[in-house]
């Protein structure tokens, strides 16, 4: 697993910015002991590269778009999509088209001013629009007095895309005429042509993206592109987004044509959301409020259901000048304080003193909220904006929502008491919960004495709470120094447990390994497991990334789905992935997760490179750092939840089978599965 490339900060994305002031000169460096070795002398000015242009993008494609994944794909046409946004969010455009052509490539064309196409002033002989598509940074955005708020802030969107693509070609019509250039990868395959004379105004950009850096196949997936545009027709309420899309490319229920217009924005976002959906009250709460003393405006519509929404028991969606933050930000923060004071308010104003109960987690935990905020100079976390951390926005839209919900609260009195006891409901429970959970874990830690086992976490609820059980004391001391010490515990176990599925009940009762494990979740076996009982919200199970490793994994899961298999079948099972190697060369380092993996790395990122290859023996000889980089740290490692995705009855003979007290089943086992043996095996 490769560790996360670091995001760029504001140095490393101008490399324009000027020097420090007063900084002295280098000192002569001292005569360094003689070495007459070649590799002492290996290193010298001519190993020094100067990027120039757009090549770091095409060199360093994360650091731009997250990555070359799926998702990165289709951020290329989010970030063209972004601009032609931001030309109609500043009233200079009503109409977007969009189209996936028969090539692959997308179009999309905007009636806005157009960009500019005459001579760049600090350069005469390109034009402003060669220089924004082939120079990073550079764009009409920064001064802020042709665009109020933009979803593009560095000046990298165009450029990025026009980097990382086979084939680009732009087409502006502005100052009564058509305009065209063409490039590829980054670079003007001739200059800027003028076609003939025109009275349309606006930009239209075709893009195919590079396969040298998306992988051979890459493709533009049809739905999502058609999701994408809907969604930012809901974002402003003025412009109509056109779609269509070659028929040859269209492999689902994707339309080849449609047109997205919404008039009530946001709301009617909410209503095809929510649609069918059980609502708490009968009219959402939703609105949008031009605040011009803070420079910004809001929109927004959210309803409570109390069955939830699908898959989920509420969901939010924010955004930024139209751009998507799902990791959330100041602007969320800020809806949730502003509901959370108003119905306390109201709570307050009724005579109803459980109102001092309510937190924003119980008013949003069965709400369903899209939130858009548009803001001048937003910050946002990376260049791909997916958090946004801008101080002004939640003040901004806590001020903007508190008026309008103490009205819409006062208005509708029934509603309102309706909607303050469904909260105030979900705070009870939420109180009962934690109630419950501290007797249980202060029950279960009188039980147990394990003071050189088990590390508890700090966190008396199970909420968020993970037990790690880990093979041997070595790997414990290197997790316990990894880990959280708010909420992960550490359990080290003994060598390989017990097979409960080939050994006696009477057996399986007196293993003081399965009984210390049983004491340290809190739960009883069989019919008297109780999900509720358990004192971690996860278990997981992480052992070494070898066959000894596996094996005890096997056993675990064995004794988990033998014992209390609603444990797995309700999530809460999983299945640490640690790396077995670590590969670097030249301050780069990765790690992989087996040999297959290695070997597609040495094939991929070092192909013609000699890194040092590290392999791990155990999770014991790991640096803490190392572990929890790799395997502990939500943010950058890998869980395998275990499910029981067949039947019953196939889930019963395969545990017999491999598990079981008859060998000779496994024996057939073995010689039926020989065949996907033999890569494993070298042979």
Same mark, same amino acid.
């Given at each position: ?148 708020? +933009? ?49 349309? #105004? ?22 999502? @592109?058609?999701?994408?545009?809907? +969604? ?10 056109? =779609? ?59 309803? =409570? ?161 993970? @037990? ?37 009940? %009477? ?43 596996? #094996? ?32 670097? #060369? ?10 297959? #993996? ?57 545990? %017999?089978? @491999? ?25």
């Amino acid at each position: 697993m490769s560790t996360a490339v670091p995001k760029p900060t504001s140095a490393d994305l101008f490399d324009d910015a000027p020097a420090p002031p007063h900084v002295a000169p280098l000192p002569e460096p001292k005569a360094a002991p003689k070495d007459n070795s070649a590799a002492a002398n290996a290193y010298s000015a001519k190993d020094i590269e100067v990027l120039e242009g757009l090549e770091p993008v095409r060199k360093r494609p994360g650091m731009y778009i997250g990555g070359t994944d799926e998702r990165a794909l289709h951020h290329l046409f989010a970030e063209l999509l972004d601009n032609s946004m931001d030309e109609a969010v500043a009233g200079h455009a009503k109409l977007i088209e969009v189209s996936l052509n028969a090539d692959g490539s997308i179009t999309v064309r905007d009636d806005g001013r157009g960009i500019p196409v005459d001579p760049y002033p600090k350069d005469p002989s390109k034009s402003a629009l060669e220089i924004i598509m082939t120079v990073l940074h550079s764009g009409g955005k920064f001064s802020g007095k042709n665009y109020e708020t +933009s979803g593009g802030l560095h000046g990298v969107g165009v450029s990025v895309v026009n980097a990382l693509s086979e084939r680009v070609e732009v087409r502006v019509w502005r100052d009564g005429f058509e305009w065209k250039q063409s490039f590829s990868r980054g670079k003007p395959l001739g200059p800027l042509e003028q076609l003939g004379a025109s009275r349309k #105004h606006g930009t239209s950009t075709t893009f195919l993206p590079d396969e040298q850096i998306f992988g051979e196949g890459a493709a533009f997936k049809p739905a999502r @592109l058609l999701r994408m545009a809907r +969604s930012k027709a809901y974002l402003f309420r003025g412009v109509e987004i056109r =779609w269509s899309c070659d028929p040859g490319r269209i492999h689902d229920q994707t339309p080849a044509e449609a047109v997205f217009h919404f008039p009530n924005g946001l709301a009617d976002f909410l209503a095809e959301r929510t649609k069918g959906i059980e609502t708490v009250t009968p009219e959402p709460f939703a609105g949008r409020i031009e605040r011009k003393a803070e420079g910004g405006a809001v929109e927004w519509a959210l309803t =409570w259901s109390p069955a939830g929404f699908g898959e989920a028991d509420g969901f939010m969606q924010s955004y930024c000048n139209t751009v998507p933050t799902p990791e959330g930000g100041t602007h969320e923060a800020g809806l949730r304080a502003a509901l959370t004071r108003g119905l306390k308010a109201y709570a307050e104003l009724t005579g109803d003193k459980r109102g001092g109960l309510i937190t924003a987690e119980d008013v949003i935990a069965q709400a369903g909220v899209l939130v858009s905020v548009f803001i001048r100079n937003p910050e946002f976390q990376g260049q791909t904006k997916e958090r946004l951390s801008s101080s002004d926005a939640q003040r901004l839209v806590e001020a903007a929502l508190r008026d309008p919900f103490d009205h819409w609260l006062t208005a509708a009195p029934k509603t309102a008491s309706t909607l303050l006891e469904f909260v105030i409901e979900r705070a009870e429970e939420r109180l009962k919960r934690r109630k419950d959970k501290e007797v249980a874990r202060a029950s279960a830690t009188r039980k147990l004495r394990l003071p050189g086992k088990l590390a508890d976490c700090a966190d008396s609820s199970s909420e968020g709470a993970e @037990l790690f059980i880990v093979e041997g004391d070595s790997a414990g001391g290197s997790a316990k120094q990894a880990r959280n010490r708010r909420n992960q515990a550490i359990l080290p176990l003994r060598g390989k447990i017990l097979n409960v599925a080939s050994a006696t009940g %009477e057996k399986a009762a007196e293993n003081k390994e399965l009984s210390d494990l049983m004491l340290a979740l809190g739960v009883q076996g069989g019919s008297r497991f109780k999900e509720e009982d358990l004192r971690y919200e996860r278990i997981v199970i992480m052992t070494d990334a070898d066959v000894d490793g596996a #094996h005890i994994a096997s056993l675990l899961i064995t004794f988990f789905y033998r014992t209390m298999p609603d444990m797995i079948r309700a999530g809460r099972l999983f299945l640490a992935l640690p790396p077995l190697y670590r590969i670097s #060369h030249g301050g780069k380092t990765v790690y992989a997760r087996d040999d297959a #993996h290695k070997d597609e790395l040495l094939a991929g990122e070092f192909k013609g490179k000699k890194p040092e290859i590290g392999r791990f023996k155990g999770l014991g000889e790991m640096m803490p750092a190392q572990l929890k980089e790799t395997t502990m740290d939500p943010s950058k490692r890998t869980l395998a939840r275990v499910t029981l995705p067949r039947s019953e009855e196939q889930v019963e003979s395969l545990v %017999e089978t @491999l598990m079981g007290r008859k060998p000779e089943l496994r024996f057939r086992f073995i010689q039926e599965n020989a065949e996907f043996a033999v890569e494993d095996l070298d042979l």
